[in-house]
């Protein structure tokens, strides 16, 4: 079987982030994001770009994590190749803790149902940042809503028709548009980029648990004949 070497996740994670902040660089110093938050009455929009920063460190600390279950997976692959394996001494992690259980039930046996829960535990650790995305695109909604109403709400205080009281309720009309246009944008990018993140996890948890299966089935293998 193929050696796993991609443990490093927390580098390739490092270069989304730095794509992302480079972005952000470009559109701040056009001037494009400073107008887009100072055009923001209700700050829904700082809201959601402050949520996203700390989503973000959160997904780099869990990136961190699954590196290191990587690399302890790697540890035991290289061990398991050996004619008398020695499972001592792994990182206590799920990795670690998924071989004491296997050893406890045998190794001969199949650990199918040790695998499902280690699978699952890898991708609950993810629940909460596809949860923050999918807040974070309401967000942006509720922005929407608000921006709405502000548009609106001149028009209903409006007694009489007049030139400059027309100028005046424009001004308050396309305010409360840019309400709704900058909220929108913002929970729209950062909801898709926050769920491109996690997904990066998802699919290099769900490999990591495919690979873990392999081996398993393969030692089983190796110990009947």
């Known amino acids: 079987m193929r050696r796993l070497t991609d443990a490093n996740l927390v580098y390739r994670a490092m270069i989304i982030l730095g794509l992302v902040i480079f972005a952000t660089y470009l559109i701040a110093e056009r001037g494009l994001l400073s107008t887009a938050l100072d ?18 460190a959160h ?20 061990r398991m190749e050996k004619p008398a394996p020695d499972f001592s001494g792994l990182d206590r992690g799920l990795i670690g ?16 149902a040790l695998i499902t829960a280690f699978g699952d535990r890898l991708l609950n650790r993810h629940a909460f940042g596809h949860f923050v995305a999918d807040t974070l695109l309401k ?54 980029l926050l769920e491109f993140q996690y997904h990066v996890l998802d699919a290099s948890a769900a490999d990591l648990a495919t690979r873990l299966t392999v081996l398993a089935d393969l030692h089983r293998s190796q110990d009947a004949s």
């Open 97 to 112: 803790e998924f071989v004491a259980e296997w050893q406890t039930k045998g190794t001969q046996s199949h650990p199918e």
């Open 59 to 78: 997904w780099l600390f869990l990136a961190y994590t699954l590196g290191r279950e990587r690399h302890a997976f790697g540890v035991l692959q290289g």
């Open 139 to 192: 967000l942006g909604l509720l922005g929407t809503i608000v921006g709405f109403i502000l548009m609106l709400l001149p028009v209903g205080e409006l007694n009489e028709i007049d030139a400059s009281l027309m100028r005046q309720l424009l001004t308050a009309m396309s305010s409360g548009m840019a309400v709704a246009l900058y909220t929108t944008l913002a929970g729209l990018v950062t909801s898709t």
């Open 39 to 56: 055009s923001d009455r209700s700050y829904i929009s700082y809201v959601i770009v402050s949520v996203y920063a700390l989503a973000s």
